[in-house]
């Protein structure tokens, strides 16, 4: 069965809405510099006492927003009781400065409904038949018939699913917690009082939970407020840099030279493509595949490189050390303009926290998300739709630009060997989402397999099917491939030859 | 101009603010809804003179030039089906 973030992907469901919902409320209130007693007064657009729509009572609904709102903010969660509302102590977040820290991903314990994290059991639909096979076939025993139905003991279910394969009725099931399933890197676990836990230690910040959690119990910070102010601050020019999955994300016939327009529209002094970064990592990658022992592992993905090296640190010499393509592209800015502020934009949540390690802060100020810009665009009534531009853009190759799709790294980087240094016969494996990662590194551990370049990506189809996307995973591969072929030129020209300026 | 020759039209609004709100996860609904597609001439329009209200209301549908706001896949999914019934009975 495909995963949960498969099941309801391409689903508009009130979880999207309600995210989507306090971004533009927290944009409005910034851009209409209201007085930040009002803050108080906010949630109040979004759900409406004594008409609860999404939970059962509108003081839950009230709790749960305040502490939405502070995400969205990018401050942490405090728990709400006597004399303390979430929306207290904020006024760090109105300022232009990083504001958020780690832990980047929350679960915000008002809105987790506890549900229970794996269990196989027997729904209405049992008939309690004659012939039981599902007792008959359980290794440990675990199904009795206290009141004619099957009932599993959990204490000794050990979850072979033998009884759900050979049920007539199909009556039982397993269920698992969402979040959960979710996580590649096995993450979540419950506290003491039952609700979802986040293990900080084991996290790597995919996100992939947060747009699972049927409850949308579980939220990231955002940048959105830092970077309205970062905007409004004249003293400095400050660029976006938008990663190679922007292409197709508001709609097929919004072009990417619209989005580029829409952004500087937005306040930004400039706009780059980050796969000008990608090209630059394709060139260091390509060069040194050629002189690595064993395999070589793709970098761009940070939730990948952080997943890789902790279940293999004997592998962790293997995962390139490059800078990924975020930052080569920042730092290209940085070096032509001291004081110039950079803004990634893109798909990921665990970029957000790329752009929080020392090596990398200096380079990137914050990261925002295709949805939050969507949600600036909504707020400063920018419709990229009607936007008609005659610019040209000409920052990456064709192979540069595809790497948003899963497959992509790894193709650019075996195209460019081949043209650049004759290099044949790469064999190359690659996995998408960290569960498949998992299994595609023990593979490799065990010597089943001999790659020479491995890629791994932690959402399924790469970064087009990352938790801060808007557009329909089909329609982006569509996009970003057109795009792909449209570049000038198919190889990677980073190196000492700049691409020529957007304009 | 073409002229219209199935007999409903559904113009979606493709603005940013009905985007933002949904409009992108619908359009690709009715796309992969088969059985429609002989009676439905799906059509992404512009913004539909703001009804939408700066996306409070997104996002914002036409069906035959009746406005469907806060357009969920369910409610315009049964729009259809129900106008497609409407026109077969009228065929018979």
């Not at chain 1, 992939?208 to 910070?221: D, H, N, Q, W, Y």
């Not at chain 1, 799709?405 to 790469?426: C, H, P, S, Y």
């Not at chain 1, 593979?443 to 089943?448: L, T």
Request: proline fraction near 5%; charged fraction near 25%.
């Amino acid at each position: 069965m495909s995963r949960i973030f498969e099941r309801m992907r391409g689903i508009y469901t009130p979880v999207t809405d309600i995210r989507r919902k306090i971004l533009m409320e927290i944009t409005n209130f910034v851009r209409e510099q209201r007085n930040r007693g009002e803050i108080d007064s906010l949630p109040f657009r979004i759900i409406q006492m004594g008409k609860p729509i999404y939970r059962c009572c509108s003081y839950r609904e009230l709790s749960i927003v305040r502490q939405r709102i502070r995400l969205a903010l990018g401050l942490p969660l405090i728990e709400e009781m006597e004399g303390q509302s979430a929306l207290e102590h904020i006024d760090s977040a109105f300022s232009e400065k990083k504001v958020i820290s780690t832990p980047l991903v929350q679960v915000i314990r008002a809105a987790c409904e506890k549900c229970p994290e794996d269990i196989v059991t027997v729904t209405d639909k049992c008939q309690a038949c004659m012939a039981h096979p599902c007792s008959i076939v359980c290794p440990r025993n675990a199904i009795a018939f206290p009141e004619e139905q099957a009932y599993i003991h959990q204490d000794k279910c050990i979850k072979c699913m033998k009884c759900v394969e050979v049920c007539p009725y199909a009556a039982i099931t397993r269920m698992q917690r969402p979040c959960a399933e979710a996580c590649g890197v096995d993450a979540i676990d419950s506290d003491e009082n039952g609700f979802a836990r986040i293990i900080q230690d084991k996290c790597v910040s995919c996100g992939l939970c947060t747009v699972s959690c049927p409850f949308a119990a579980i939220s990231e910070k955002s940048e959105i407020v830092q970077v309205l102010y970062t905007l409004s601050n004249i003293q400095h020019d400050v660029h976006a840099i938008l990663a190679p999955s922007f292409v197709g994300q508001f709609g097929r016939k919004v072009s990417p030279e619209a989005i580029f327009e829409g952004i500087r529209k937005l306040g930004f002094s400039d706009v780059k493509e980050v796969a000008y970064g990608a090209d630059c990592d394709t060139e260091l990658l390509a060069e040194k595949i050629t002189r690595t022992e064993g395999f070589l592992g793709t970098s761009c993905c940070p939730s990948w490189v952080m997943t890789a090296r902790s279940y293999y640190p004997e592998y962790s010499e293997h995962i390139a050390e490059s800078y990924t393509p975020m930052v080569e592209t920042a730092k290209i800015i940085k070096e032509k303009q001291e004081g110039a502020k950079v803004v990634f934009i893109g798909p990921c949540i665990a970029k957000k926290y790329e752009a929080l390690t020392p090596e990398m802060a200096p380079y990137v100020d914050h990261v925002i998300t295709f949805e939050e810009l969507a949600a600036l665009f909504v707020a400063f009534e920018i419709d990229v739709q009607k936007i008609d531009t005659q610019i040209t853009i000409q920052d990456a190759s064709s192979l540069g630009r595809g790497y948003a799709l899963a497959g992509g790294v790894g193709e650019a980087i075996i195209e460019t060997a081949r043209q650049q240094f004759d290099m044949k016969d790469i064999s190359f494996e690659r996995a998408e989402t960290l569960a498949d990662c998992r299994i595609m590194l023990k593979g490799i551990a065990k010597g089943d397999t001999h790659p020479d370049l491995v890629e791994g990506m932690a959402c399924p189809g790469g970064c087009i099917g990352g938790p801060g996307t808007l557009g329909p995973l089909r329609m982006v591969h569509r996009q970003v491939k057109e795009f792909s072929k449209a570049s000038s030129h198919k190889y990677p020209q980073c190196g000492s030859k700049h691409p020529p300026d957007a304009q | 101009m073409t002229s219209y020759t199935k007999p409903i039209v559904v113009e979606l609004c493709a603005g940013t603010n009905c985007t933002f709100r949904g409009a992108g996860n619908l359009l690709h609904v009715l796309q992969s809804e088969k059985q429609i597609a002989p009676y439905c001439d799906i059509r992404e329009v512009s913004c539909l003179d703001n009804l939408c209200d700066h996306a409070k209301n997104s996002p914002v549908v036409r069906i035959n030039h009746e406005i469907f706001e806060h357009a969920s896949p369910e409610v315009i999914l049964d729009a259809i089906y129900t106008r497609i019934e409407a026109f077969e009975e009228k065929q018979q």
